[in-house]
């Protein structure tokens, strides 16, 4: 078979794409419609020309070798667009998946390259088409060599021969670089000589045949105007000739050899259009491989065993296990049945089967067994309840789909099912019913129900832990968060213990205090009212007591707080209703809300931890928010006092971390003053209010200081100089001078925050220290609001992110620390950047030496973290 070679000008049919198609997004948020566009491209090529060599050639960079005869070349055009440059890694994901070669040349164009290959091929006698949209490249047409023309768009193709060419242009290709040199090329910003077209330029060649012979015959030119043109701008006439001149002897690097096409594997392709969104082009593709469709027979045709007893000989080493619960709120719900699927097959045992069995709580305390699991904390909290201590959890789905798709807000095994491609997977939410009706099914719907989930998660384990592998995130998930799954189950299990009569005492107080201050507010408005109504407050503020009305809404005035704060220095009244509000919620959500929420039997707090929930990485609290007790009025923090040590003679341990987010801000953007502050161990505030205010360290005010605080935390949250100014109460001008001066003060930190912008552009993701990933789809965004949205959480993510890793992986290094040192100290709660242990008091003088060293070593920063430490006899004293 004859050789045939196709050669693509990867720059000029992207740029077409781009501008033929309207903005595309996948999943991801990353913009994807010139990749689609050139894709739907290529598969029509692969199709029609059936190529055995291939290359996609593109431009190296704006500099090339014509620039230095004129320094003016292709310097009229438009910045590319943001939202096309972050598609060009892009494209060369795809063509590596079809196993397409591409290839660049430093100071040379694409167009020197197809030109150097479309010679080579030329001498060897072989076919050659090249793809562009690049007038420029007619000038290699020949008996050999097509060049196919985008016209409209880029479904629209004109293949120009050596015949086609002189009938369309009524020139031949040899006089094509004469044309683009006599009449210019605006697109690429050469002169020619002005007043000359295409209609002049062809006349006269076909009259003198090249460009050097319309000089020799300039006499002979008919028009005075055209003559003087062409003498006046004789030099810009040769000067375009030799811009125009694609260069067919480059340096390449690259032979015939090193290009041969052999086709593609269609599930490589198929992944990377799945990742891509480009559902539409699967089947043109072959949609699913053979490894996919075999998985595809499995997962519809459930074939399962309903068992008694687990035994040996149904293992394999390498189980997927999911304890199936009614309830989101496992330290209370009960399991309904356990699912188990292997190689061998899938199996399915009752709750009493579990426990009655012989086996299952051998297998499952093995270490050595591998189990598949979706959501290890749930699973072993479930288990423990059972006296049964799951090891051996070796990959987990929830914690795999949070890391891969962390903008998601739907984890379960369906929805993760559904989107890793399999489509075919159905599961009966509803089998449960809802609401008063919900209820556990027969045991066969049950177990089907099980397996399907247990047979989905087997067959998509491999396929997610090489997404994981793909993105580098395989070690964030195996030696971070899973890990941590399991500490953070223990912590939920284990519980804190409350003080109930303490609580008791609080609430009975915190009664007094609403019944006193009500009495209060009725003496300053004159009369007795409801002052939980909106709308009998309403009337007393704005009517009798004459306050300004500051918002109304369609049942009356406004009195929410944001208003009310508003008018706090126009009555006495105000502070009052203020307060009185904060202790309400005090009383209801806290004091009443922990005693519903204790176990009465061992006075303990279970709450959980969700691990995949915030964009952040951060853990968040649920039933109840541990995280969230105010501790800005006295009395909330007061409420810490009923959370004690679960035996007696221990004590609570309290370590947080100082100004983390701050250090590693300064790792991040390696600002040398940053480093230097807190390398010599400066209070960071007062060294920003010297820096900003330009003032010695013994002239900083309290107020400096506070102003350089909100500006130094403001930075780490991307703040404007809007939100400084609400923060601070001062004007936008004064916060924005703050601003300017905080950034030339710390000029790595704006260099970092610049970049990290660019970058996240470029890619669609920013990501932390430990390559925990954030997709920001809005930071190319049109919309202004947006735009600066994402703009902010680029800046911000990395750090809070970052330190979010730290504090976790702190929490694993010294779990492992506790339990190697053989101590009985344990982790109860994580809170932000604090760590609460409970422990004898015997082991005080060693958790003073162990905590703060695992703390602050378990990360290796340009600057040294630092933490502090507090102890007493419940969580209040320990702060």
Request: with cysteine; hydrophobic share 35%.
């Amino acid at each position: 078979m004859a050789n045939k070679l196709v050669l693509i000008d990867g720059n000029s049919i992207i740029y077409r794409s781009f501008f033929a198609l309207p903005l595309l997004n996948n999943d991801k948020g990353v913009y994807t419609n010139a990749v689609y566009g050139f894709t739907t491209m290529l598969l029509r090529i692969l199709e029609e020309e059936k190529p055995t060599h291939m290359l996609v050639a593109f431009d190296a960079g704006k500099t090339t070798f014509r620039h230095a005869t004129y320094k003016e070349y292709k310097g009229g055009r438009q910045k590319t667009p943001p939202e096309l440059s972050e598609q060009f890694p892009l494209l060369k994901e795809v063509l590596d998946a079809f196993q397409i070669s591409h290839y660049e040349l430093p100071n040379y164009e694409a167009d020197d390259i197809i030109g150097t290959l479309s010679q080579e091929a030329k001498k060897e006698n072989w076919n050659v088409t090249v793809i562009s949209g690049d007038k420029d490249l007619l000038q290699l047409v020949s008996d050999n060599v097509t060049v196919n023309l985008t016209k409209k768009g880029i479904s629209d193709v004109e293949s120009y021969t050596p015949a086609f060419l002189k009938e369309k242009m009524e020139i031949t290709q040899e006089q094509i670089i004469d044309l683009k040199a006599l009449m210019g090329d605006s697109s690429d910003n050469i002169p020619g000589v002005p007043g000359v077209g295409q209609k002049t330029a062809t006349k006269l060649l076909n009259q003198f045949e090249t460009l050097e012979k319309v000089y020799d015959h300039v006499d002979e030119v008919s028009g005075k105007k055209l003559k003087e043109k062409l003498v006046n701008h004789k030099e810009d006439a040769f000067m375009s000739k030799e811009l125009v001149t694609i260069n067919c002897s480059s340096p390449i690097d690259i032979s015939l050899d090193n290009i041969d096409y052999e086709g593609y594997e269609a599930s490589k392709v198929s992944e990377i259009f799945k990742d891509l969104g480009f559902n539409s082009l699967l089947d043109k593709v072959g949609g699913l491989d053979d490894e996919e469709e075999k998985e595809k027979e499995v997962l519809k045709d459930i074939d399962y065993q309903i068992i008694d007893d687990l035994t040996p000989e149904m293992i394999t080493g390498e189980e997927a296990l999911v304890v199936e619960m009614l309830g989101d709120n496992y330290h209370q719900a009960d399991i309904e049945g356990i699912g188990i699927t292997n190689e061998q097959g899938s199996y399915f045992l009752s709750v009493e089967s579990m426990l009655t069995s012989s086996f299952f709580k051998e297998w499952a305390e093995n270490h050595q067994q591998e189990k598949y699991v979706f959501d290890a904390k749930q699973t072993l909290v479930a288990l423990l309840r059972q006296n049964i201590h799951i090891k051996g959890i070796k990959f987990d789905m929830l914690l795999t789909s949070y890391l891969l798709n962390p903008s998601e807000n739907n984890h379960e095994i369906p929805a993760i099912a559904h989107r890793m491609g399999k489509k075919d997977v159905f599961f009966d939410e509803e089998i449960y019913g809802k609401g008063a009706k919900r209820k556990v099914p027969e045991q066969a719907i049950l177990a089907e129900h099980i397996v399907r989930k247990t047979n989905a998660l087997f067959a998509l384990k491999e396929k997610m832990d090489e997404q994981l592998k793909d993105n580098q995130q395989y070690e964030l998930c195996k030696e971070l968060e899973m890990p941590l799954a399991l500490i953070l189950g223990e912590m939920e299990h284990r519980g804190v213990h409350v003080d109930i009569e303490k609580l008791e005492e609080m609430g009975t107080n915190l009664k007094q205090r609403l019944t006193d201050l009500e009495k209060e507010v009725y003496e300053l408005a004159g009369e007795n009212f409801n002052v939980n109504s909106p709308k009998q407050l309403g009337p007393i503020l704005f009517e009798k007591l004459k306050l300004p009305v500051i918002k109304k809404t369609k049942t009356g005035y406004s009195t929410a707080a944001d208003v009310l704060e508003q008018l706090e220095e126009e009555h006495e009244i105000i502070p009052k209703l203020l307060l009185y509000r904060q202790l309400g919620k005090l009383q209801s959500t806290y004091i009443e809300g922990l005693m519903k929420v204790t176990d009465k039997q061992t006075h303990k707090i279970h709450t959980r931890f969700n691990q995949a929930l915030t964009q952040t990485g951060r853990l968040s609290s649920i039933e109840p928010n541990l995280q969230n007790i105010p501790i800005r009025l006295e009395e909330g923090r007061k409420i810490r006092q009923a959370f004690v040590p679960a035996k007696e003679n221990w004590i609570m341990f309290a370590a947080d971390y100082s100004q983390i987010e701050l250090r590693v801000l300064a790792h991040i953007a390696k600002d040398d003053k940053l480093i230097d502050a807190f390398n010599n161990n400066l209070d960071i505030h007062t060294q920003t209010a010297m820096d900003v205010f330009h003032v010695k360290k013994e002239e900083v005010t309290s107020n400096m200081r506070r102003h350089a605080k909100a500006v130094n935390f403001g930075i780490v949250y991307g703040i404007s100089d809007y939100g400084l100014s609400q923060s601070l109460g001062i004007t936008r001008k004064e916060a924005k001078q703050f601003i300017e001066r905080y950034f030339e003060s710390y000029p790595g930190v704006k260099q970092y925050m610049d970049e990290i912008i660019s970058e996240a552009k470029q890619k669609g993701f920013v990501t932390t220290l430990m390559n925990r990933r954030r997709y920001l789809p809005e930071i190319t965004s049109r919309n202004f609001n947006l735009r600066s949205f994402a703009e902010r959480t680029a800046m911000n993510t990395p750090i809070q992110g970052s330190a979010a890793d730290i504090i976790k992986k702190a929490m694993i290094d010294l779990d492992g620390k506790l339990k190697e040192s053989d101590l009985e100290a344990r982790m109860l709660l994580q809170v932000h950047d604090e760590l609460i242990i409970e422990a004898p008091k015997e082991e005080l003088e060693q958790l003073k030496e162990i905590v703060p060293a695992i703390m602050e070593n378990t990360v290796d920063l340009v600057v040294p973290l630092k933490v502090d430490y507090a102890y007493g006899n419940s969580w209040f004293d320990a702060k």
